[in-house]
Nanobody, 115 residues
Framework: QVQLVESGGGLVQAGGSVRLSCAAS????????MGWYRQAPGKQRELVAG???????NYADSVKGRFTISRDNAKNTVYLQMNSLKPEDTAVYYC?????????WGQGTQVTVSS
């Protein structure tokens, strides 16, 4: 059974930093791509950053240069380092992976950026 467990969210002031973690189990972590998504109130869930099994990364334009996704295959964990945070980054952040035709999601972690 695939499980994704996020941690590291919280309340931070604008301009601050937060690092999110997502621990995965039930999958061969080293061979799957991973992603971070976010959903703000009243908005659709959107892709923030992704990382392939080979380490290639991609980012939403709104976070390029501020956020960094990385992975530690020895720990079955993917990270999202978020710097220079803005109030518009406030959202629930979700970890995601795709195995076969099934999308798996974590429970989400709230990040609130105060102005």
């Amino acid at each position: 059974q695939v499980q994704l467990v996020e941690s590291g969210g919280g309340l931070v002031q604008a301009g601050g930093s937060v690092r999110l973690s997502c621990a995965a189990s039930g999958i061969i972590f080293s061979i799957v791509g991973m992603g971070w998504y976010r959903q703000a109130p009243g908005k659709q869930r959107e892709l923030v950053a992704g990382i392939t099994r080979g380490g290639t990364t991609n980012y939403a334009d709104s976070v390029k240069g501020r956020f960094t996704i990385s992975r530690d295959n020895a720990k079955n964990t993917v990270y999202l380092q978020m710097n220079s945070l803005k109030p518009e980054d406030t959202a629930v952040y979700y970890c995601n992976t795709l195995r076969g035709a099934t999308n798996y999601w974590g429970q989400g972690t709230q990040v609130t950026v105060s102005s």
